[in-house]
């Protein structure tokens, strides 16, 4: 099994700046993808930005130019570096791995979720 564990989140004024990281460990093999999505409440969770092992990002359209996505591959991390915050960036982060790992003398392919971390944008 994989477990992912964000940190970061905080408080943070309009037009601030805040990174977010997360750790993946476990009996990981490769992670093909890994990055961030948010939610608020009353909303589906939405992605925020990935990237790949290979280094090809993907990001939303209301975050582009503002947010960078980043890996440390061989210590299994994810970041994300937000900058220019809006009040609409206020949210639940969770981290995301589309990860394979050795599973019960086998190996498997699956998603994994961290447990989120808040990030509050203010005046």
């Known amino acids: 099994q994989v477990r992912l564990v964000e940190s970061g989140g905080d408080f943070v004024q309009l037009g601030g700046s805040l990174r977010l990281s997360c750790a993946a460990s476990?009996?990981?093999?490769?992670?093909?993808?890994m990055g961030w999505y948010r939610q608020t409440p009353g909303k589906q969770r939405e992605l925020v930005a990935t990237?790949?092992?290979?280094?090809?990002?993907n990001y939303a359209e209301s975050v582009k130019g503002r947010f960078t996505v980043s890996r440390d591959n061989p210590k299994n991390t994810v970041y994300l570096q937000m900058d220019s915050l809006k009040s609409e960036d206020t949210a639940v982060y969770y981290c995301?791995?589309?990860?394979?790992?050795?599973?019960?003398?086998?190996?498997?392919?699956?998603?994994?979720w961290g447990q989120g971390t808040q990030v509050t944008v203010s005046f």
């Open positions: 995301y791995a589309d990860a394979v790992d050795r599973r019960s003398g086998t190996v498997a392919r699956d998603e994994y």
């Open positions: 476990g009996n990981i093999l490769i992670i093909h993808s």
């Open positions: 990237a790949t092992t290979g280094g090809r990002t």
